[in-house]
């Protein structure tokens, strides 16, 4: 569920204390809703992409 919300650009990843055990599939699907500009990845500065991790 949590990569499909992402993959339409209805959520964006954040992660809560060392569990990156879905990190990596997160960022793909959410990748692919920025590369459309689906939902809020097409609003300018509304959300940004956290590379921290």
Known sequence: ???KLL???LAKTAY?????TMLD???DAQQTAID???EL??????????DDV
């Open 41 to 50: 990845w097409s609003i300018p500065g509304y959300a940004h992409v956290d």
């Open 7 to 9: 993959r339409e650009g």
């Open 36 to 38: 459309a500009g689906k």
């Open 1 to 3: 569920m949590q990569e």
């Open 16 to 20: 809560l204390y060392n569990d990156l």
């Open 25 to 27: 599939a997160f960022h």
